[in-house]
């Protein structure tokens, strides 16, 4: 079975700073792999998502993540975070060809101070 | 547009009462799932569907029922409800090969008194 671990749970950055938030997983298989976002009080939105193909995937608001299999990681990356990226971040993983029941992370709280 | 919508928002209920939650959705997606959300505890699954008529249990699927009578619904069931059942309930759906990702409703929150 697979897992996904996030192994930030509270990062606190002021606004223009740059973020990375961790995801690991593991699963010997092939999988995909996707992030989401929930603005407080929201539902999950899906920020990017990996299938295949170009492992640096770029999602919407100017967030990206690379996928290095060698790592089992799927890091997400920002530039330049606003005050607007808080929010909580979920992982989430599942095994290709397998079961479409995807895992996800505990979260990642993003707190950005203007 | 309206993707997956839930239905109630909000719900108190005493401990031993029933409900309903109702998770309807009009993209055509096979597959739909009902997760809990606890404060660190992420997203569990609580119970899921792959298509009309089939379910099957999740991570924590003790105190829920489901039912999944026509392809567009998914209703999640407390038959006694907890205290330790209150929680944000999120129900899900996706395509069967999943490139569009997950689609979720904006949530339910419910507290057993």
């Known amino acids: 079975a697979q897992s996904v671990s996030q192994h930030n749970h509270h990062v606190i950055l002021s606004e223009a700073a740059s973020l990375e938030l961790g995801c690991n997983y593991s699963?010997?298989?092939?999988?995909?792999l996707f992030w989401y976002v929930q603005y407080p009080g929201q539902h999950l939105q899906l920020l990017l998502k990996y299938f295949s193909g170009d492992p640096l995937v770029k999602g919407i608001k100017g967030f990206e993540a690379e996928f290095i299999k060698s790592k089992f990681s799927f890091n997400l990356r920002k530039p330049s975070v606003q005050w607007s990226d808080t929010a909580e971040y979920f992982c989430?993983?599942?095994?290709?060809?397998?079961?479409?029941?995807?895992?996800f992370g505990r979260g990642t709280s993003l707190i950005v101070h203007p | 547009n309206a993707g997956v919508t839930q239905t109630p928002k909000f719900r108190v209920l005493k401990t031993g009462q029933s409900m309903t939650l109702l998770c309807a959705q009009d993209?055509?997606?096979?597959?739909m799932y009902w997760y809990r959300q606890d404060p660190g505890m992420g997203l569990r699954l609580i119970h899921y569907s792959v298509g009309e008529g089939t379910t099957a249990k999740g991570e924590v699927p003790d105190g829920y029922n489901v039912s999944r009578l026509k392809k567009q619904n998914f209703l999640l069931g407390l038959e006694s409800a907890a205290p330790s059942q209150t929680s944000v309930y999120f129900c899900a759906s996706s395509r069967s090969d999943l490139r569009a990702g997950y689609t979720f409703g904006s949530g339910t929150r419910l507290t057993v008194v």
């Open positions: 989430a993983v599942n095994a290709r060809g397998g079961s479409y029941i995807p895992t």
């Open positions: 993209m055509n997606h096979e597959y």
């Open positions: 699963y010997g298989g092939t999988v995909n």
